[in-house]
């Protein structure tokens, strides 16, 4: 089944000039960019989009990290592209990613991990809401 999810390669990811070959790999993977835009998030937009750990103790310094330069942010579409996308990015720790994965070729820690990825429809259709208006949406396919 074709399915959207919100995919962003974080600040750590730009600053390596890893855009590129994350985007291929997305690509290889049939995850199609339907939207894509680059942006700096400020501190409460980073707070926002991560509202659901807002209890957590590596929050702040999580939000901060977010905010502290730009990332890529994109819509991917294609069968199963929530879970497909999890798959190819590895396990949030990289030093716990498969070979081959997107944090493992480009992660640092657990907290600079490269990328993000929904991790279930709900969060995927509030996470595309919170970045992309429909109208900025190709619906093409
Ligand atoms: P996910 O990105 O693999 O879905 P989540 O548990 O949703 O992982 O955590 C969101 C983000 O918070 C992670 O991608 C990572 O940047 C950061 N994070 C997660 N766990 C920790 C931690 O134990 N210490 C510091 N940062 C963390
Ligand atoms: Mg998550």
Same mark, same amino acid.
């Given at each position: 089944?074709?399915?959207?999810?919100?995919?962003?390669?974080?600040? /750590?990811?730009?600053?390596?000039?890893?855009?590129?070959d994350?985007?291929?790999?997305?690509?290889?993977?049939?995850?199609?960019?339907?939207?894509?835009k680059l942006?700096?998030?400020?501190?409460?937009?980073?707070?926002?989009?991560?509202?659901?750990?807002?209890?957590?103790? @590596?929050?702040?310094?999580?939000?901060?990290f977010?905010?502290?330069?730009?990332?890529?942010?994109?819509v991917l579409?294609? /069968?199963?592209?929530?879970?497909?996308?999890?798959?190819?990015?590895?396990?949030?720790?990289?030093?716990?990613?498969?070979?081959?994965t997107?944090?493992?070729?480009?992660?640092?820690?657990?907290?600079?991990?490269?990328?993000?990825?929904?991790?279930?429809?709900?969060?995927?259709?509030?996470?595309?809401?919170f970045? @992309?208006?429909?109208?900025?949406?190709?619906?093409?396919?």
């Amino acid at each position: 089944m074709s399915e959207r999810t919100l995919a962003i390669i974080k600040p /750590d990811a730009v600053r390596k000039q890893a855009i590129g070959d994350i985007i291929s790999r997305y690509e290889k993977a049939a995850l199609k960019p339907v939207a894509m835009k680059l942006l700096h998030m400020a501190k409460p937009v980073a707070e926002g989009f991560y509202a659901v750990h807002k209890s957590r103790p @590596f929050f702040d310094s999580l939000c901060t990290f977010m905010s502290s330069g730009p990332s890529v942010v994109l819509v991917l579409q294609g /069968d199963n592209a929530i879970k497909k996308n999890r798959e190819i990015m590895g396990a949030t720790d990289p030093a716990k990613a498969e070979q081959g994965t997107i944090r493992a070729a480009h992660g640092t820690n657990i907290e600079f991990n490269a990328v993000h990825g929904s991790d279930s429809p709900e969060t995927a259709t509030f996470e595309i809401g919170f970045f @992309f208006p429909g109208m900025e949406i190709y619906d093409g396919r």
